[in-house]
């Protein structure tokens, strides 16, 4: 996609990688709105870039409606939609229905919403562009984290299943998959951080990896490409890669009897 002119809007926009994007957007000459449940880091970064600050709850399907909305009149049809906002944290099986709740509306239904009030039109119009931020969590696995592997899962699947569906009719998907990147997400993430923060990338090193990633159409972006060996790793030889991430979960937590 060409983005000079074009209107986008990343939620999340706020703060950390959604942000730097939002910067990066307008410097390629896009228009910006910047969504974000905190308003006040959303207007910041609308000030700096000249864009729309708009307070968005992106696990509440009518703010979702509302944002679209408010776009279309202010800037004109959404031509980039960057599902970024997510959040994180740990637990287990153990994890409260409301845990699981959350993090699957924030992390995966929020992909959906916005899906279902942008595609009629996206496909009337025969184009269309969304940026689903999911993470290497998506495609591997988090480990500590359940909730966040599942609901990245699904938002990896869900972006699939949209690229094949429309690609046909000029909708393009993306699915943005980074390991660590040094954001307050990285900070709050436990004994994880400090395996990721090693091979951290900067919030601007993946905008610009998703700028590249826009402008080729490439539906994986992959900011860390270790994140694809990785994969192809756990394809071809599922077991071992299991083994393998046997013995990090036991590495870091050392709480686990390996019996191997
Ligand atoms: N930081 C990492 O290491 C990392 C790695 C892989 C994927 N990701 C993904 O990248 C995305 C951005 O994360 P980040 O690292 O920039 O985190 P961040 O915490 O710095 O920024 C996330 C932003 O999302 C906003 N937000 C949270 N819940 C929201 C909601 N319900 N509605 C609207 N906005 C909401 C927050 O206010 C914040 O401004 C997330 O989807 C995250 O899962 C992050």
Redesign the pocket.
């Known amino acids: 996609m060409e983005l000079p002119g074009k209107v986008a809007v990343v ?10 994007l939002a910067r990066r957007l307008t410097t390629e000459g896009a228009r910006v709105v910047v ?4 308003v006040k ?2 207007g910041r970064v609308a000030a700096e870039i000249g864009g729309v600050a708009v307070e ?5 399907e009518e ?1 979702v409606l509302r944002l679209i909305d408010l776009t279309e009149e202010q800037l004109g049809p959404v031509e980039l939609f960057c599902a ?5 944290f740990p637990g287990d099986e153990q994890a409260s229905d409301d845990d699981w709740d959350r993090m699957w ?3 995966f239904l ?1 992909h959906v919403y916005a899906a279902r009030h942008l595609v009629p039109a996206w496909r009337t119009r025969g184009s269309g562009y969304l940026l689903v ?5 998506g495609l591997l696995t988090n480990i500590g984290a359940a909730q ?1 592997t599942v609901t ?1 899962h699904a938002a990896v699947a869900f972006a699939e299943w949209l690229s094949i569906t429309y690609a046909s009719e000029g909708i393009k998907v993306s699915c ?11 900070d ?2 436990g004994e994880m951080a400090v395996l ?1 923060r090693a091979t ?1 990338l900067t ?1 601007d090193q993946v905008a610009n990896k998703v700028i590249e990633g826009i402008a080729a159409e490439t539906f994986l972006i992959l900011p860390h490409p270790e994140v694809g060996e990785f994969l192809r790793n756990k394809a071809s030889d599922p077991e071992r890669w299991l083994a393998s991430m046997r013995r990090l979960h036991h590495n870091v937590f050392k709480t686990t009897k390996m019996g191997e």
């Open positions: 939620t999340g926009g706020g703060n950390g990688i959604g942000a730097a969504a974000d449940l905190d880091a959303a968005t709850d992106v696990a509440r703010d970024n906002a997510g959040i994180a509306r924030v992390n929020s931020t999911a993470s290497a969590a966040y990245k943005l998959c980074p390991q660590g990147v040094e954001t307050r997400m990285l709050e993430a990721l951290a919030p």
